[in-house]
T-cell receptor, first 113, second 116 residues
C-alpha cells in the first residue's frame, strides 16, 4: 500500500455520463496531482491542488474539473464522457520540504462504452 | 517542445544482461529533479531512482543506476543483470524547481521486454 488511496479501481460507464474519481493522499502530503494515461501513452498532467487551492493546470479539458477538500482528499469530476476519455487516471501526492517523494495511487481505470 | 523525450518505444534484452534506457530532457531551470518509474502490466507506478540537478554523483539504487550527463541533458537508466520481472514500461520524469510541490512531467515511456 503506497499510502495514496484511489477509488474506484475500475469504472465502466456510457458516453455522455458523469463520473467522480476520488483520491486520498498520503498522510502529511499537501499536494495532490491528477494524471491521465491513455492506452500505451505516457502520463499527461491534468491538475494539481495544494492545501485546498489549485496550484497548476495542465491539459485538462473543460468537461473535467477537480477540487481538494479541507481533509485534503481530492475528487476529479469527468462529465459528458466520450470514448476517448477511456484511460487510467492516477492521483499522486507529495509534501513540501522533500526533494522527492511523489507517491502514486494504484489508479482508476475508466472505460467509456 | 517536448520536455522529456524517450526515443526507444520498445526494447528487448537478454536475461542477466545490462540494458540502458534513454532519456533526454529540456529545461532552463538550473534546479530540477529527474525520476524513473516502472509500470508493470498491473498498472501501478513504482518509483525507481532519483537524480537532483546539483547532485555530484550518479544515483544508484540496487540494480538501477542513472547515467546523468548534465551538459547533454540526458538521464539514462541502466539496469544491470536484467530479470524477467523487469519486463515493464519505464518512464522518465522531470520536476522543475527544487520543491516537491511542483508537478512531474513524463516522457512517453519505453517498453522493456526481458527474454529468458
Amino acid at each position: 500500500d503506497s499510502g495514496v488511496t484511489q477509488t474506484p479501481k475500475h469504472l465502466i460507464t456510457a458516453t455522455g455520463q458523469r463520473v467522480t474519481l476520488r483520491c486520498s493522499p498520503r498522510s502529511g502530503d499537501l499536494s495532490v496531482y491528477w494524471y491521465q494515461q491513455s492506452l500505451d501513452q505516457g502520463l499527461q498532467f491534468l491538475i494539481q491542488y495544494y492545501n485546498g487551492e489549485e496550484r497548476a493546470k495542465g491539459n485538462i479539458l473543460e468537461r473535467f474539473s477537480a477540487q481538494q477538500f479541507p481533509d485534503l482528499h481530492s475528487e476529479l469530476n469527468l462529465s459528458s464522457l466520450e470514448l476517448g476519455d477511456s484511460a487510467l487516471y492516477f492521483c499522486a501526492s507529495s509534501r513540501p520540504g522533500s526533494h522527492y517523494g511523489y507517491t502514486f495511487g494504484s489508479g482508476t481505470r475508466l472505460t467509456v462504452v | 517542445a517536448q520536455k522529456i523525450t524517450q526515443t526507444q518505444p520498445g526494447m528487448f534484452v537478454q536475461e542477466k544482461e545490462a540494458v540502458t534506457l534513454d532519456c533526454t530532457y529540456d529545461t532552463s531551470d538550473p534546479s530540477y529533479g529527474l525520476f524513473w518509474y516502472k509500470q508493470p502490466s498491473s498498472g501501478e507506478m513504482i518509483f525507481l531512482i532519483y537524480q537532483g540537478s546539483y547532485d555530484q554523483q550518479n544515483a544508484t539504487e540496487g540494480r538501477y543506476s542513472l547515467n546523468f550527463q548534465k551538459a547533454r541533458k540526458s538521464a539514462n537508466l541502466v539496469i544491470s543483470a536484467s530479470q524477467l520481472g523487469d519486463s515493464a514500461m519505464y518512464f522518465c520524469a522531470m520536476r522543475e524547481g527544487n520543491n516537491a510541490g511542483n508537478m512531474l512531467t513524463f516522457g512517453g515511456g519505453t517498453r522493456l521486454m526481458v527474454k529468458p
